[in-house]
Protein backbone atom coordinates (compact mmCIF):
# COMPACT_ATOMS: atom_id res chain seq x y z
CA UNK A 1 0.00 0.00 0.00
CA UNK A 2 1.25 3.51 -1.06
CA UNK A 3 1.64 6.48 1.35
CA UNK A 4 -0.94 7.98 -0.58
CA UNK A 5 -3.88 5.42 -0.04
CA UNK A 6 -2.76 4.97 3.62
CA UNK A 7 -3.46 8.79 4.00
CA UNK A 8 -6.55 8.63 2.35
CA UNK A 9 -8.12 5.95 4.55
CA UNK A 10 -6.21 7.76 7.27
CA UNK A 11 -8.73 11.06 6.73
CA UNK A 12 -11.78 8.34 6.12
CA UNK A 13 -11.40 7.06 9.49
CA UNK A 14 -10.73 10.27 10.94
CA UNK A 15 -13.97 11.95 9.49
CA UNK A 16 -15.80 8.87 10.82
CA UNK A 17 -14.71 9.04 14.80
CA UNK A 18 -15.63 12.80 14.30
CA UNK A 19 -19.26 12.07 12.75
CA UNK A 20 -19.26 9.25 15.85
CA UNK A 21 -18.21 11.72 18.23
CA UNK A 22 -20.58 13.93 17.32
CA UNK A 23 -23.42 11.95 17.64
CA UNK A 24 -22.25 10.58 20.92
CA UNK A 25 -21.92 14.11 22.60
CA UNK A 26 -25.47 14.79 20.90
CA UNK A 27 -27.32 11.86 22.80
CA UNK A 28 -25.13 12.78 25.77
CA UNK A 29 -26.42 16.46 25.81
CA UNK A 30 -30.07 14.71 25.08
CA UNK A 31 -29.38 12.41 27.50
CA UNK A 32 -28.32 15.23 30.40
CA UNK A 33 -31.28 17.27 28.99
CA UNK A 34 -33.92 14.93 29.46
CA UNK A 35 -32.82 13.88 32.94
CA UNK A 36 -32.96 17.68 33.79
CA UNK A 37 -36.35 17.69 32.60
CA UNK A 38 -37.71 14.61 34.78
CA UNK A 39 -36.00 16.03 37.93
CA UNK A 40 -39.55 18.23 38.20
CA UNK A 41 -41.52 16.70 35.50
CA UNK A 42 -41.88 13.36 37.02
CA UNK A 43 -45.63 13.09 36.21
CA UNK A 44 -44.26 13.44 32.48
CA UNK A 45 -41.65 10.45 33.13
CA UNK A 46 -44.18 8.38 34.92
CA UNK A 47 -46.34 8.44 31.74
CA UNK A 48 -43.24 8.84 28.91
CA UNK A 49 -42.47 5.40 30.08
CA UNK A 50 -45.09 3.68 29.26
CA UNK A 51 -45.70 5.10 25.44
CA UNK A 52 -44.67 4.70 22.06
CA UNK A 53 -42.16 7.24 22.43
CA UNK A 54 -40.72 6.33 25.77
CA UNK A 55 -37.63 5.70 23.73
CA UNK A 56 -37.37 9.47 22.39
CA UNK A 57 -35.85 12.12 24.54
CA UNK A 58 -37.30 15.46 25.52
CA UNK A 59 -35.51 17.65 23.08
CA UNK A 60 -36.57 15.23 20.07
CA UNK A 61 -40.22 16.94 20.37
CA UNK A 62 -39.84 19.85 22.56
CA UNK A 63 -38.34 23.06 21.48
CA UNK A 64 -37.42 25.90 23.75
CA UNK A 65 -35.66 23.40 26.53
CA UNK A 66 -32.80 25.77 27.03
CA UNK A 67 -34.07 29.11 28.11
CA UNK A 68 -36.73 26.93 30.34
CA UNK A 69 -33.19 25.21 31.93
CA UNK A 70 -31.28 28.12 32.25
CA UNK A 71 -34.53 29.99 33.71
CA UNK A 72 -37.57 28.07 34.91
CA UNK A 73 -40.81 28.93 35.24
CA UNK A 74 -44.34 29.12 32.89
CA UNK A 75 -43.17 31.72 30.95
CA UNK A 76 -40.43 30.04 29.48
CA UNK A 77 -42.51 26.34 29.60
CA UNK A 78 -41.18 24.65 26.46
CA UNK A 79 -43.80 24.70 23.53
CA UNK A 80 -45.99 21.57 22.91
CA UNK A 81 -45.03 19.47 19.59
CA UNK A 82 -47.10 21.03 17.28
CA UNK A 83 -48.11 19.06 13.97
CA UNK A 84 -44.83 19.50 12.00
CA UNK A 85 -42.81 18.48 14.63
CA UNK A 86 -44.35 14.94 14.59
CA UNK A 87 -44.28 14.98 10.94
CA UNK A 88 -40.28 15.26 10.86
CA UNK A 89 -40.62 11.31 12.01
CA UNK A 90 -43.92 10.60 10.63
CA UNK A 91 -42.96 11.62 7.08
CA UNK A 92 -43.94 7.76 5.53
CA UNK A 93 -47.37 8.23 6.35
CA UNK A 94 -50.00 8.94 3.63
CA UNK A 95 -51.80 11.12 6.23
CA UNK A 96 -49.22 13.67 6.11
CA UNK A 97 -49.91 14.78 2.51
CA UNK A 98 -53.87 14.53 3.67
CA UNK A 99 -53.75 16.76 6.82
CA UNK A 100 -52.71 20.38 5.20
CA UNK A 101 -55.84 20.34 3.49
CA UNK A 102 -58.15 18.47 6.44
CA UNK A 103 -60.50 20.42 8.23
CA UNK A 104 -59.04 19.88 11.84
CA UNK A 105 -55.56 21.16 9.81
CA UNK A 106 -56.81 24.13 8.99
CA UNK A 107 -58.30 24.52 12.27
CA UNK A 108 -54.40 24.56 14.26
CA UNK A 109 -55.08 21.22 16.16
CA UNK A 110 -51.64 19.73 17.28
CA UNK A 111 -51.42 16.15 16.67
CA UNK A 112 -51.11 16.10 20.49
CA UNK A 113 -54.20 17.29 21.31
CA UNK A 114 -56.17 14.03 19.80
CA UNK A 115 -53.18 12.14 20.60
CA UNK A 116 -51.55 13.19 24.22
CA UNK A 117 -48.14 14.21 24.45
CA UNK A 118 -46.56 11.21 26.12
CA UNK A 119 -49.77 8.51 26.71
CA UNK A 120 -53.17 7.69 24.38
CA UNK A 121 -54.99 11.00 25.20
CA UNK A 122 -58.56 10.17 27.60
CA UNK A 123 -61.44 12.24 26.36
CA UNK A 124 -63.15 14.19 29.15
CA UNK A 125 -66.90 14.28 28.47
CA UNK A 126 -70.07 14.29 30.61
CA UNK A 127 -70.25 10.80 32.12
CA UNK A 128 -74.25 10.38 30.33
CA UNK A 129 -72.43 10.78 26.78
CA UNK A 130 -69.71 8.09 27.35
CA UNK A 131 -68.70 6.17 24.34
CA UNK A 132 -67.69 2.52 23.93
CA UNK A 133 -65.17 3.23 21.95
CA UNK A 134 -62.19 5.68 22.79
CA UNK A 135 -61.74 7.06 19.54
CA UNK A 136 -65.64 8.18 19.18
CA UNK A 137 -65.42 9.61 22.85
CA UNK A 138 -62.49 11.94 21.62
CA UNK A 139 -64.47 13.29 18.81
CA UNK A 140 -67.34 13.91 20.97
CA UNK A 141 -65.36 15.87 22.91
CA UNK A 142 -65.00 18.56 20.60
CA UNK A 143 -67.95 17.57 18.12
CA UNK A 144 -70.89 18.54 20.36
CA UNK A 145 -73.42 18.99 17.76
CA UNK A 146 -73.13 15.36 16.51
CA UNK A 147 -72.95 14.45 19.82
CA UNK A 148 -76.36 15.68 20.40
CA UNK A 149 -78.06 13.44 17.42
CA UNK A 150 -76.67 10.36 18.83
CA UNK A 151 -78.85 10.53 21.20
CA UNK A 152 -81.94 10.95 18.44
CA UNK A 153 -84.46 8.28 18.24
CA UNK A 154 -82.75 7.10 15.34
CA UNK A 155 -79.13 7.13 15.30
CA UNK A 156 -76.17 5.03 13.98
CA UNK A 157 -75.40 3.01 17.02
CA UNK A 158 -71.77 4.55 17.93
CA UNK A 159 -72.35 5.20 21.51
CA UNK A 160 -72.97 1.61 21.80
CA UNK A 161 -69.81 0.71 20.24
CA UNK A 162 -71.16 -1.33 17.17
CA UNK A 163 -69.70 1.63 15.08
CA UNK A 164 -67.02 4.30 15.22
CA UNK A 165 -66.17 7.87 14.08
CA UNK A 166 -63.49 6.75 11.81
CA UNK A 167 -65.04 3.78 10.86
CA UNK A 168 -66.60 6.62 8.04
CA UNK A 169 -64.70 9.42 8.53
CA UNK A 170 -60.57 9.68 8.34
CA UNK A 171 -59.43 12.68 10.81
CA UNK A 172 -56.42 13.26 8.88
CA UNK A 173 -57.91 13.94 6.13
CA UNK A 174 -60.55 16.45 3.92
CA UNK A 175 -63.85 16.06 3.51
CA UNK A 176 -63.09 15.69 -0.15
CA UNK A 177 -61.06 13.00 0.93
CA UNK A 178 -62.53 10.95 3.48
CA UNK A 179 -66.17 11.00 2.15
CA UNK A 180 -65.91 12.39 -1.06
CA UNK A 181 -68.39 9.34 -2.60
CA UNK A 182 -70.49 9.59 0.35
CA UNK A 183 -72.81 7.10 -1.41
CA UNK A 184 -70.21 4.76 -1.90
CA UNK A 185 -69.14 5.00 2.26
CA UNK A 186 -72.73 4.18 2.83
CA UNK A 187 -73.36 1.35 1.13
CA UNK A 188 -69.83 -0.17 1.92
CA UNK A 189 -72.05 -1.38 4.49
CA UNK A 190 -75.59 -0.61 3.11
CA UNK A 191 -75.42 -3.39 0.23
CA UNK A 192 -78.75 -3.54 -0.09
CA UNK A 193 -79.62 -0.30 -1.65
CA UNK A 194 -76.10 -0.15 -3.68
CA UNK A 195 -78.01 -1.15 -7.27
CA UNK A 196 -77.34 -1.85 -9.93
CA UNK A 197 -81.49 -1.09 -10.52
CA UNK A 198 -83.59 -1.01 -13.44
CA UNK A 199 -85.05 2.00 -11.85
CA UNK A 200 -82.79 3.95 -10.34
CA UNK A 201 -83.72 6.93 -8.29
CA UNK A 202 -81.47 9.89 -8.10
CA UNK A 203 -80.70 10.77 -4.84
CA UNK A 204 -79.18 7.25 -4.54
CA UNK A 205 -76.50 7.62 -6.38
CA UNK A 206 -75.97 11.36 -6.00
CA UNK A 207 -75.57 11.83 -2.00
CA UNK A 208 -77.21 9.84 0.66
CA UNK A 209 -77.50 12.94 3.09
CA UNK A 210 -80.27 14.15 0.59
CA UNK A 211 -82.47 12.32 2.53
CA UNK A 212 -80.77 10.75 5.65
CA UNK A 213 -78.92 11.96 8.38
CA UNK A 214 -76.31 9.48 9.22
CA UNK A 215 -75.38 10.83 12.61
CA UNK A 216 -79.44 11.16 14.22
CA UNK A 217 -82.69 12.45 13.57
CA UNK A 218 -85.91 12.08 15.54
CA UNK A 219 -86.66 10.55 12.35
CA UNK A 220 -87.33 6.90 11.50
CA UNK A 221 -84.49 5.23 9.44
CA UNK A 222 -82.13 8.67 9.65
CA UNK A 223 -85.10 10.44 7.68
CA UNK A 224 -84.11 14.33 7.45
CA UNK A 225 -87.56 15.09 7.74
CA UNK A 226 -90.78 12.71 7.95
CA UNK A 227 -93.07 11.63 4.97
CA UNK A 228 -94.25 12.92 2.71
CA UNK A 229 -92.99 16.66 3.29
CA UNK A 230 -89.41 14.47 2.85
CA UNK A 231 -90.30 13.75 -0.14
CA UNK A 232 -92.80 16.75 -1.66
CA UNK A 233 -89.05 18.76 -0.92
CA UNK A 234 -88.21 17.23 -4.53
CA UNK A 235 -91.54 15.79 -5.98
CA UNK A 236 -93.58 19.02 -5.89
CA UNK A 237 -93.93 20.04 -9.70
CA UNK A 238 -97.55 21.34 -11.35
CA UNK A 239 -96.94 17.88 -13.69
CA UNK A 240 -96.45 15.50 -10.82
CA UNK A 241 -98.85 12.74 -11.71
CA UNK A 242 -100.63 12.47 -8.37
CA UNK A 243 -100.96 16.22 -8.37
CA UNK A 244 -100.23 16.14 -4.87
CA UNK A 245 -99.36 20.02 -4.37
CA UNK A 246 -102.86 21.07 -5.27
CA UNK A 247 -101.05 23.12 -7.51
CA UNK A 248 -103.32 25.40 -9.87
CA UNK A 249 -105.38 22.93 -12.23
CA UNK A 250 -104.74 20.20 -10.60
CA UNK A 251 -106.53 17.57 -7.77
CA UNK A 252 -105.33 17.01 -4.63
CA UNK A 253 -104.68 13.55 -3.85
CA UNK A 254 -104.81 11.69 -0.82
CA UNK A 255 -101.23 10.09 -0.88
CA UNK A 256 -100.75 13.29 0.99
CA UNK A 257 -102.26 11.45 3.81
CA UNK A 258 -100.44 8.63 3.78
CA UNK A 259 -96.33 7.58 3.63
CA UNK A 260 -95.21 7.36 0.06
CA UNK A 261 -93.58 4.49 0.86
CA UNK A 262 -97.06 2.73 0.97
CA UNK A 263 -96.90 2.40 -2.51
CA UNK A 264 -93.55 3.07 -3.79
CA UNK A 265 -91.52 0.72 -2.08
CA UNK A 266 -88.73 0.29 -4.27
CA UNK A 267 -87.42 4.12 -3.05
CA UNK A 268 -84.02 3.33 -3.35
CA UNK A 269 -84.25 1.29 -6.61
CA UNK A 270 -86.77 -0.89 -8.00
CA UNK A 271 -87.49 -3.06 -10.89
CA UNK A 272 -91.04 -1.51 -11.52
CA UNK A 273 -91.93 2.18 -13.12
CA UNK A 274 -91.83 4.96 -10.10
CA UNK A 275 -90.31 2.31 -7.61
CA UNK A 276 -93.79 0.73 -6.95
CA UNK A 277 -94.10 -2.17 -4.99
CA UNK A 278 -95.34 -4.01 -7.89
Same mark, same amino acid.
Given at each position: ?12 ? $? ?8 ? &?????? !? ?8 ? @? ?5 ? $? ?12 ? @? ?14 ? %?? !???? &? ?17 ? $?? *? ?10 ? +? ?53 ? =? ?7 ? !? &? ?13 ? =????? *? =? ?8 ? *???? +???? %? ?7 ? $? ?12 ? !????? &? ?30
Amino acid at each position: MNKTNRFARGIIA $SCFIVVLAAF &ASGDAR !AESVGASCLS @CHDAASA $SHAKGKHAKLDCLK @CHSGTEAHLANPGPET %RP !AKPD &AAACQTCHIKDARRMNWAF $SD *HGKAGLACADCH +GNHTPKTAKIDAAAKFKDSSSAMCASCHKEVLARFSMPSHHPVKEGALSCVACHD =PHAGKQTTL !A &AKTEQCTQCHQSVRG =PHTME *H =PPVSEDCTIC *HNPH +GSPN %RKLLTAAQP $SLCLQCHSLADNRH !AVTGA &AGGRVSGAVLRNCTACHGGIHGSAFDQHLRY
